[in-house]
């Protein structure tokens, strides 16, 4: 006797849409990413906040994130020659609102140092990840960047959390 799934009988399921898309897979938790670059044209930090970011190779090595083809930072943080990957803190909720909203001065009271090839480290990151564009993929209204990791580092604190639309703490039973 073999297992059947719930909604093999359920009929009239909605399309999938974009609202039903970002709910659905609003309940995978995921980290919360800094990505921040000096742009070489205006000498200005540029950044922006995403949640989709992953592993991808050990050798050579790889990871990848996502960024709507609407960012207007991404384009300043592409013509760097590397950028920074900041892995946020859960004290940093902060951080990960102000790279979100297009526009203005998103370094504005936003404390960094530089990572070993000059591009802006977030202070009191968990970890950090210093990188060059390898290969960009469009798919829909995004494109996959895979990046080739130069440098980075971590130390022991919790990240942030982005679960269901709202930021969060992990909470890890004893």
């Known amino acids: 006797m073999s297992a059947t799934s719930p909604l093999q009988h359920v009929t009239g399921l909605p399309e999938v849409d974009a609202a039903a898309m970002r709910s659905v897979l609003g309940h995978f938790a995921t980290g919360v990413i800094a990505i921040t670059a000096v742009d070489p044209e ?13 592993s991808v190779s050990l050798d050579p090595p790889l990871v ?3 960024v709507a083809h609407t960012s207007s930072s991404w ?3 592409k013509r760097a020659d590397t950028f920074v990957i900041n892995i ?3 004290d ?3 951080v990960g609102r102000q790279l979100s909203v297009k526009g203005g001065d998103k370094f504005a009271g936003l404390a960094w140092r530089p990572s070993p ?7 009191n990151a968990v970890a950090w990840i210093e990188a060059r564009v390898e290969a960009e993929h469009v798919a829909g209204d995004h494109v996959i960047v895979v990046s ?5 580092y971590a130390d022991g604190r919790s990240p942030l959390l982005f679960h269901r639309g709202k930021y969060g703490r992990l909470h890890i039973a004893d």
């Open 42 to 54: 205006s000498g200005e930090g540029a950044g922006l906040a995403a949640n989709s970011f992953t």
């Open 64 to 66: 990848a994130f996502c």
């Open 75 to 77: 384009p300043a943080i």
């Open 88 to 90: 946020l803190a859960e």
């Open 92 to 94: 940093q909720e902060h």
């Open 117 to 123: 090839s000059g591009a802006p480290v977030v202070e």
């Open 148 to 152: 080739r990791v130069q440098h980075l």
